[in-house]
């Protein structure tokens, strides 16, 4: 008999300390005026999300208004979700649209080579569908490249949406010698020593995990030729993946 009323005395313990919980769950629950007071706050932090309507229904907020470029909306929706209380944001925030789709293909392509890190060890490709930019690629991995590379391109004006799906490389030391070493073997060839110092070079050096892959174009077959010798007789080079492509 005191067996079973130890249980059961354990047993009403329990059940309070759950109803207690949820008692102080609801008691820190934020009200819908008190979630859109705290949304409010936290958008006038940033003076270009100032002027943004904001409603709240439960724990839905939408977010209205119009801002400058994607940037803007993608903080206002970041900002939002941070707060507490909030469930779902809803948005209504509209962003410029470019109405010449050729001169937002040139500003996007602009900010990325623009980007001080995207090197000759970096791909980047993409496409651009009625204002949404999506880019694809690999970079190496000193970096968030992609982060960085995201906040650029969402600033250009027109830009819609952005979506990023850019590889790392691998954090190789290795990988880091055969870059210097091929880059110096480079310089030092006629057919390549301007274009190795070049910023935004026309071809690409991929190295991972010892393997090379090149991307991009040279002038001839000689260049093409003259490539493939300098990066596979390279000590250290497992495999050479030749995709370049010749102007003439």
């Not at 060839?189 to 010892?210: L, Y």
Request: proline fraction near 3%.
């Amino acid at each position: 008999m005191h067996a079973i009323q130890r249980q059961l005395v354990s047993a009403v313990a329990a059940l309070s300390i759950l109803v207690g919980t949820g008692v102080v769950a609801n008691a820190a629950a934020q009200s819908p005026e008190q979630i859109e007071q705290a949304v409010e706050r936290e958008l006038r932090r940033d003076r270009a999300l100032r002027r943004l309507d904001v409603s709240v229904a439960g724990d839905e907020v939408t977010l209205s208004g119009r801002v400058r470029h994607f940037w803007d909306k993608n903080e206002a929706l970041r900002r939002t979700f941070d707060v507490r209380g909030v469930g779902t944001v809803l948005s209504e925030i509209e962003v410029p649209v470019q109405e010449d789709q050729a001169e937002l293909v040139e500003d996007v392509s602009r900010a990325i080579q623009r980007y001080p890190h995207y090197r000759i060890w970096d791909y980047i490709d993409g496409r651009i569908d009625n204002g949404v930019v999506r880019i694809f690629g690999q970079v190496t991995p000193e970096r968030d490249k992609a982060g960085e590379l995201f906040e650029r391109i969402a600033k250009v004006r027109g830009v819609q949406d952005v979506q990023v799906n850019l590889t790392p490389l691998s954090p190789s030391s290795s990988d880091d010698r055969l870059r210097s070493t091929i880059g110096r073997q480079l310089a030092r060839s006629e057919h390549f020593e301007r274009i190795v110092s070049m910023r935004n070079p026309p071809f690409h050096i991929i190295v991972n995990n010892s393997v090379v892959t090149l991307i991009g174009y040279v002038q001839s077959r000689i260049e093409y030729l003259e490539m493939q010798r300098i990066v596979a007789q390279t000590q250290g080079v497992l495999r050479v993946d030749n995709q370049l492509q010749t102007v003439r």
